[in-house]
């Protein structure tokens, strides 16, 4: 598979990530086939969070990996911490550094390549998050960190007392939650379309080298489902089916592959389980759409052109 720079970390990355948010609906064998699988396609780099299954998650990737030094040096993991499930967000240094912890316990690991503060905590002291990311980088427990769900003002404030700078942040973005580019296509426009909901987060993120990570690349909403074969959207699925037979791949491949033909060299996180999907995934790295088709594929999800 091909590769992207990670932000300003120097480490080459598979384009597509495996999101493991579901591995635990698979039964074990299922899960080391799913992981192999995920190896044999290039797709090396998992991404993880500790309320993933309650933490079950991470541990069964661990043991579908059959984790150890070898297997460890061949691939990059990462997790998300931050999340308090239906009490709160807690980015306070006790609770990041008890989290990853538990992570690295639960993954059966020393490091994590990447670690990402899941949800923005309106209660978060950046100067207590710097000696959290100070100490786990220091101690060799996490070499990259980034955000997840941030927008840039947040970005900033965070950097701003960090010494490490930010890599990634994990937003929902795909052909049917396409903001990020609708509000800079609209700008000065008096129309819904140009509202700015994240403060040019798409902009900042290229203009610092911090790696978009579009999360739910497939949904449209906020988990209201998957746009492809939807009866909601069949100007969208027409158009995709017909791009996706000129270039022999399936509609999954097209979707993602609108996705990566952005500049912004944006990393997809597919939550799959089922390794014929993934690899249909794989395929949209291979792809580059032409202009035409690519503003073909935004039109036909609704999106307008000023």
Not at 86 to 114: C, F, N, P, Q, W
Not at 239 to 261: C, H, N, P, Q
């Amino acid at each position: 598979m091909q590769t992207i720079l990670l932000g300003t970390s120097g480490m080459r990355v598979p384009t597509i990530s495996v999101g493991c948010m579901r591995i635990n609906e698979l039964d074990k064998r299922a899960a080391e086939t799913f992981v192999q699988t995920a190896l044999d396609l290039g797709a090396y780099f998992f991404d993880h969070a500790d309320i993933y299954g309650n933490g079950v998650c991470e541990k069964i990737f661990a043991d579908a990996v059959h984790m150890n030094s070898a297997v460890r040096e061949k691939i990059m993991l990462q997790s998300k911490c931050g999340i308090v499930p239906s009490k709160m967000y807690d980015s306070s240094k006790e609770h990041i550094l008890a989290s990853v912890d538990g992570i690295l316990r639960r993954l059966k690991t020393d490091y994590l390549d990447v670690l990402l503060l899941h949800r923005p905590d309106a209660l978060a002291e950046p100067e207590e998050v710097a000696e959290a990311f100070d100490q786990l980088h220091s101690s060799g427990k996490v070499r990259y960190f980034g955000v997840s769900n941030q927008n840039s003002m947040q970005m900033a404030l965070l950097q701003k007392y960090l010494h490490q700078p930010l890599v990634v942040d994990q937003l929902q973005f795909g052909i049917a939650h396409a903001g990020m580019v609708s509000a800079g296509i609209h700008v000065n426009m008096e129309e819904d379309a140009a509202d700015d909901r994240d403060g040019s987060v798409l902009d900042y993120c290229r203009l610092h080298d911090i790696t978009i990570q579009p999360w739910s690349p497939f949904q449209y909403g906020f988990f209201e489902g998957a746009f492809l074969g939807n009866p909601k959207f069949p100007e969208l699925n027409v158009k995709i089916s017909e791009i996706a037979a000129g270039y022999g791949v399936s509609d999954t491949a097209i979707a993602l592959a609108w996705i990566l033909r952005h500049p912004a060299k944006m990393m997809p996180v597919v939550g799959t389980m089922n390794t014929e999907r993934l690899a249909e995934c794989v395929k949209a790295a291979d792809i580059r759409l032409t202009r035409e088709e690519w503003y073909d594929i935004y039109r036909a999800a609704g999106n307008t052109l000023p």
